[in-house]
């Protein structure tokens, strides 16, 4: 990853602290296995999530075992990843609900991601809410003190998302609603703390990150949700601290612009 890296630094405004954002062109795995142990404080993830959907191409698996077997090495890296107490939280779909205790272990905690605008579709039960696996690794939880909101579900403004078709978030085929990424990084994960987010996509968890204070790391490998995270994300001023931006290119690509 080190042959295409980019560094650039905003203006020393603040001095309470210093925040970094990377972001990585790569497979999560392979750039994942580069991490150092235990080195990030949460792990905020959202996976595709093995039911056919189109994203660029269509999903290769579209049923459980399938999806399980592409999902789990990807879950066990962050794992190893996270600091003892750090945070996790990875969206999922409803229709694998039986399986998540079987996947991700007996701790979890469903946390519904919930819309105050849906879609309708033509079934007798529409979904309106995204389950969400959270839990704690082992240790003392990495969390703040006194969180604004630690309850396990949070109603996301969903129709306004929709109306905002200038957003640059909707360049991606599933963008999730900043408010609710903010409500989880706010009220669960440490203040001041690095976040990881393997797949990026359109670069909320870094927008998310960047309001809260937070530090972030995204991996993507699609070049194009690339190009939208850095014109999101990168090389923003904030007035109560330094930030540091870093791009990691893919060696096996032409270099970013």
């Known amino acids: 990853m080190d042959a295409d890296s980019r560094e650039t630094q905003g203006r020393n405004i603040g001095e309470s602290g210093m925040n970094t954002y990377q972001l990585y062109h790569g497979d999560c795995l392979e750039v994942m296995d580069s991490l150092e142990k235990e080195s990030v404080d949460a ?19 579209n049923n459980p075992e399938e ?24 969206w999922q779909t409803q229709l694998y609900f039986k399986y998540f205790w079987l996947w991700f272990g007996e701790d979890i905690h469903i946390y519904c991601g919930c819309k105050n605008f849906v879609q309708l579709k033509k079934t007798p039960i529409n979904y309106a809410y995204d389950p969400i696996i959270i839990k704690y690794k082992d240790g003392t939880p ?18 306004k998302f929709v109306r905002q078709t200038d957003n640059i978030a909707r360049r991606h085929p599933c963008p999730r609603p900043i408010d609710q990424v903010e409500e989880l990084i706010r009220n669960f994960t440490l203040p001041g703390g690095l976040v990881l987010d393997p797949f990026i996509g359109s670069g909320t968890t870094m927008e998310a990150c960047q309001k809260l ?31 540091m931006y870093k791009y990691y290119g893919n060696p096996k690509d032409e270099i970013l612009e």
């Open 43 to 61: 792990v905020v993830a959202d996976p595709p999530f093995g039911i056919g959907f189109k994203y660029e191409k269509r999903e290769s698996y």
């Open 67 to 90: 999806y399980w077997n592409w999902l789990e090495p990807i879950y066990i890296e962050c794992l190893r990843i996270l600091k003892p107490g750090g945070f996790i939280a990875f």
């Open 142 to 159: 990495l969390r703040p003190n006194k969180p604004k909101r630690n309850l396990d579900f949070y109603v996301a403004n969903t129709a």
């Open 213 to 243: 204070g937070r530090s972030c790391i995204g991996i993507e490998i699609n070049r194009e949700y690339c190009n939208i995270v850095k014109e999101r994300c990168f090389n923003r001023d904030f007035d109560d601290r330094e930030v």
